[in-house]
């Protein structure tokens, strides 16, 4: 069996030059692996996800945290090690960059490395972790981006690896219809002219194949004298917004987005910056505005009224590991009830986009009058349907209790049911007639089950989708066992063979 190594830079070269089809590969290999990890499917046979927490460590001579990241997986199994500037030496760092100090100790950038191994256990693989840590974040982030509807300005907070990847596949997937890139950072810092030099060093080829050649960069920092206008307008007018920081407060002042006419707009919030309890990225006014409902016979009902509509839960890559490190969700107060882990939405039908071919629409606007069959609400129940579980689905039930993951305790059943589409099973009427009824029945529930996927797949595509994310060693796992390959049949990197 052959053995890869891939250093950093022979990574970001093979990924700088993905095409869309390549890009789509890893994109689908991806989402195929996190809905396995959210909702447990799986072929007979074949090894089952596994997820362990990750170890961290603490360097007593730098100071800095290391984390031990393992998961397993059909493809293979593998472990990340990778080491980062602790969230008190990154606090220290950002006041005294704001108060114009030179830093005491220079922050270490995530580095280390992903170790790889097949199946049966025989070595695949090490590569470095940099890139890679930043490209599969971003990659997971692009399955929500996947799905909207109106993609033309972007803001993105933070000019590091993870603001690079997630504009640059954005760009990659969408650039025919992108306009302005909005970047926003607390000074210009020699790695915000870093990555606008990267973006402006493409190939006008390859800007041209992607669409985005007549794209507008632009960066922000507090230097500029209108900065708190000029933020409030970026937020505001942005389709998609990308939070790359390690920040310790929020990025912006959630009445930004809370106030009426900013709520007419739908938007795509992704926030992976923040990673540790005292972290946060996104006002809790936001988020606690993404879960408000109303109960209502045993209904959960989210109004949107002329407003884009809001879904009721905060999409999250990995419930227990958000409901741990999170910041902004552990200060919203939000438990399970609140979350829904993007396996679980990946699989929803795509509805057309209706992006650039409508002159009629301005993207900045919702028609929320077509989002649900109900009129002015979107309806998700939350109490379990009533309906008896035949033994086959208890067992499954039970051995579900078993793995270490929660998201089956969603509150959003209908989620639940809907994307993992489970079947339900149904009492026998003894009456002989019955089979008329029993098939208008399953007709009706047909309908309602399609009714209720276009109303999510909707949000998805033109509600406000709140996504954050704290990262997995599945993800590493199967973006570097693919990755792997795909070096190999382009030649990149040293491949042993008979390691």
């Not at 989620?415 to 009824?437: E, F, M, T």
Request: aromatic share 6%; hydrophobic share 35%.
């Amino acid at each position: 069996m052959t053995f890869s190594i891939l250093t950093d830079d022979e990574i970001r070269s093979l990924l700088d030059n993905l095409t869309v089809d390549e890009l789509e590969s890893f994109r689908e290999n991806l989402r195929d692996a996190l809905h396995e990890y959210s909702t447990g499917a799986h072929t007979p046979g074949q090894a089952l996800i596994h997820q362990p927490e990750r170890t961290v460590v603490r360097s007593g001579v730098t100071g800095a945290t290391t984390l031990f990241m393992p998961s397993c997986s059909p493809a293979g199994h593998g472990v990340k090690v990778i080491t980062l500037s602790s969230a008190e030496q990154i606090v220290k760092s950002t006041q005294e960059e704001e108060a114009g100090q030179d830093a005491s100790n220079p922050l270490i950038r995530p580095t280390g490395a992903i170790t790889l191994f097949n199946p049966n256990g025989s070595p695949r693989g090490i590569i470095h972790a940099s890139t890679v840590t930043a490209f599969r974040t971003a990659l997971a982030s692009l399955c929500l981006v996947h799905k909207r509807d109106h993609v033309k300005t972007i803001t993105v907070f933070g000019c590091g690896e993870q603001a690079y990847w997630h504009v640059r596949l954005t760009l990659l997937l969408r650039g025919s219809t992108i306009k302005h890139v909005n970047v926003i950072n607390r000074r210009f810092s020699p790695s915000c002219g870093a990555m606008l030099r990267r973006f402006y060093g493409v190939s006008p080829a390859t800007k041209a194949r992607e669409g985005w050649t007549e794209t507008q960069f632009g960066v922000l920092t507090p230097s500029y004298g209108e900065y708190e206008r000029l933020l409030r307008d970026q937020v505001r007018s942005a389709d998609v917004i990308f939070c790359c920081t390690p920040s310790t407060a929020p990025l912006f002042d959630g009445n930004i987005l809370t106030e009426r006419d900013a709520r007419r707009k739908g938007r795509l919030i992704v926030a992976i910056g923040s990673y540790t309890p005292q972290m946060r990225e996104v006002p809790v006014e936001l988020i606690q505005q993404a879960i408000k409902i109303h109960d209502h016979a045993g209904k959960r009902i989210i109004y949107h009224h002329k407003h884009a509509v809001e879904g009721g839960v905060v999409v999250v890559d990995t419930l227990d590991g958000a409901l741990k490190e999170a910041g902004e969700l552990i200060e919203a107060g939000l438990g399970p009830r609140h979350l829904v882990e993007l396996g679980e939405l990946v699989m929803l039908h795509r509805i057309k986009l209706s992006e650039s071919g409508d002159s009629s629409r301005n993207s900045t606007d919702v028609d929320t009058d077509s989002l649900s069959a109900s009129a002015s609400t979107l309806t998700i129940n939350s109490a379990p349907t009533e309906e008896k579980n035949s033994s086959s689905s208890s067992k499954e039930s039970s051995e579900k209790e078993k793995r270490p993951r929660h998201s089956r305790h969603l509150s959003v059943q209908s989620i639940q049911n809907l994307v993992r589409g489970a079947s339900r099973s149904r009492s026998r009427s003894r009456n002989p007639d019955s089979a008329d009824a029993d098939y208008e029945q399953r007709k009706k529930e047909k309908k309602k089950k399609k009714e209720k996927e276009d109303e999510l797949a909707r949000w998805l595509q033109k509600g406000n989708v709140i996504y954050k994310s704290v990262g997995l060693g599945l993800m590493d796992l199967t973006v570097g066992m693919q990755l792997v390959d795909f070096a190999e049949q382009k030649g990149v990197g040293n491949h042993i063979p008979a390691f």
